[in-house]
């Protein structure tokens, strides 16, 4: 049987249900129980970004070969677990890159140009009242990213087709790009405009937006993230953006999704999106096919098309 953990996109559901014995873990009143009942026959493990197979699960199914996650991110994964029980490991990069890296400039765009204020101002009809603070400008901003992989090439590529100079933090140089290179975050915000976060979560990248950080980005800076929550210090954030410290922020991911802190909610200078960074119908049935064409591979015993363990 192949168990998804929760409901992630109808299309995938669909066409795993006609492959396989397809489970369905949302839809069990007592999800202990339920794998208890079924670990046995479990062999494959669906998931997403934020709902993975965590060291529990995977001591909870003795049979399990493989985890497909329906994402390029695998915080959620117990990776090393999975690695000590030779479970494989997928995921879906590449194909979601470009929504990704889309979604970051729309993000600057945005905040800075205030696309999201103008549209309630016009809604609520203030436009016919009074006169609109001016927005800012976004072409020739510096843009720093925290991550050159895929995703923050991506990005750097279309800031550049901004005139954005760009520079960015790693933990080695790359010695393939000729944008600026900062070997700490803090060097990197106090000289950038707008700072993008586009790594992965791993420990190491915890909280990798902290105080010092921010104050280093300062009142004039713009934060946008397209990772996950947990890169930011989130209590920190919200207070340099309710104290003025900070001058904006566009995120698409937060620390305990879908919670939000609601001191944002009366913030003009924000941009708040629902996790939805590789949300389009063209790139979820994409990463949908990974993830079928990884299981069909395994159960026939070919390559997988995108391992990581
Ligand atoms: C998805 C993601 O939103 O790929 C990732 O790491 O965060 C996203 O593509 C998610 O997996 C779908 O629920």
């Known amino acids: 049987a192949v168990l998804m953990i929760c409901p992630m996109n109808g299309y995938l559901e669909q066409e795993l249900q006609k492959r396989f014995n397809l489970l369905r873990l949302w839809t069990a009143p007592q999800k202990p129980g339920f794998l208890d009942t079924h670990k046995n026959s479990i062999r494959a493990v ?3 970004a934020t709902a993975g197979a965590d060291a529990q699960m995977i001591e909870a199914l003795p049979n399990l070969e493989i985890v497909a996650s329906f994402s390029v991110g695998l915080d959620k994964i117990d990776l090393g677990k999975c690695k000590e029980k030779g479970i494989r490991v997928t995921n879906t990069p590449d194909v979601l890159t470009d929504d990704v890296a889309d979604l970051a400039i729309g993000l600057m765009l945005a905040v ?10 016009v809604r609520s009809g203030k436009w016919k009242r009074g006169d609109f603070r001016l927005s800012r ?3 020739g901003k510096s843009v720093g990213i925290i991550g050159l992989g895929r995703i923050g090439m991506a990005i750097a590529k279309r800031a550049e087709a901004f005139s954005c100079p760009i520079s960015y933090y790693t933990r080695s140089q790359k010695s393939d790009v000729n944008y600026k290179y900062y070997p700490s975050v803090v060097e990197l915000a106090s000289n950038c405009q707008i700072l993008v976060v586009a790594c992965a979560l791993t420990e190491e990248t915890r909280h990798i937006i902290n105080r010092e950080v921010i104050d280093a980005l300062g009142p004039e800076g713009v934060l946008i993230n397209i990772g996950r929550g947990p890169h930011v ?8 953006l309710v104290e003025g410290r900070l001058g904006g922020a566009g995120l698409d991911v937060f620390e305990h999704e879908p919670e939000v802190p609601e001191k944002l909610f009366e913030l003009e200078n924000v941009v708040l999106l629902p996790h939805v960074g590789s949300g389009t119908v063209e790139t979820r049935q994409a990463m949908a096919d990974l993830v079928i064409g990884n299981l069909e591979a395994h159960f026939l015993n070919k390559p997988l098309l995108t391992p990581v363990v």
Not at 233 to 240: G, I, K, N, R
């Open 46 to 48: 669906v998931g997403t």
């Open 112 to 121: 800075l140009r205030k696309l999201c204020e103008s549209d309630r101002y």
């Open 137 to 139: 400008k976004f072409t």
């Open 233 to 240: 210090d989130e209590p920190e954030l919200v207070s340099a």
